[in-house]
């Protein structure tokens, strides 16, 4: 199946301090990324959906100021978390698409806010 | 609205056969996923059904009804290592992906 990469697997930053992953698909042109978060046993939630070329749509409770998300390409889509804070502390993980195709998921980014 | 329901939460022997159902009510159709999430891992893709039918990939089959609203994935000879979650996914009319909140597979010996 087709790769996307996410990076960092995992980050620690200090409370304040902004944070950014990446989301790259390696070998194909993903019309569209998905971010989501996950909680401990619990089920994915989708935060917001990024077009390239286009700002992303962000589900509702999802603060579009704290959660930067830039799609400048087909292959590359980034999440800033800004002026994190412990409650922030969570599993994000990105996803590729092309419309017809099934989604693709990175590795995933633990991040905790210390 | 759009609504995909699986139940929470499921027990199996291993060696035994499990099916995980997942209905559906979504704005348009454009087919349904399966995947496998290890718990602190992202999910992995398992199978795609676009028309009605049974898929079958090794021990996993997947089945799908669209006059139904309604998806299975079969698990045959579970194995300890397949406890895991399963999130059944709908894309809808506008492509989107609609996630179901996963089921919780716990394999026991």
């Known amino acids: 199946g087709a790769v996307v990469s996410q990076h960092p697997s995992w980050v620690i930053c200090k409370s304040g301090t902004s944070v950014k992953i990446e989301c790259r698909s390696l070998?194909?042109?993903?019309?569209?990324m998905f971010w989501y978060r996950q909680f401990p046993k619990q089920s994915l939630m989708l935060m917001a959906t990024s077009n390239e070329g286009s700002k992303a749509t962000y589900e509702q409770g999802v603060e579009k100021d704290k959660f930067l998300i830039n799609h400048a390409s087909l292959t590359l889509s980034t999440l800033t978390v800004t002026s994190a804070h412990p409650e922030d502390s969570s599993f994000y993980i990105c996803s590729a698409t092309q419309r017809v195709t099934e989604a693709f998921f990175g590795q995933g980014t633990r991040l905790t806010v210390v | 609205g759009q609504n995909i329901d699986q139940p929470t939460e499921m027990t199996a022997t291993e060696g035994a056969i499990v099916q995980i159902n997942c209905t559906y009510q979504?704005?348009?159709?454009?087919?349904l996923f399966w995947y496998q999430q290890h718990a602190g891992e992202a999910p992995t893709f398992l199978s795609y059904?676009?028309l009605d039918g049974l898929e079958e990939k090794g021990r996993f089959s997947s089945f799908l009804s669209r006059s139904k609203g309604y998806s299975y994935l079969l698990l045959k000879e579970l194995q300890m290592k397949d406890s895991a979650s399963y999130l059944c996914?709908?894309?809808?009319?506008?492509?989107?992906?609609?996630w179901g909140a996963g089921t919780k597979l716990i394999i026991k010996p």
């Open positions: 059904n676009v």
């Open positions: 070998d194909f042109q993903a019309t569209t």
């Open positions: 996914a709908v894309k809808d009319s506008n492509y989107q992906l609609i």
């Open positions: 979504t704005s348009g159709f454009n087919g």
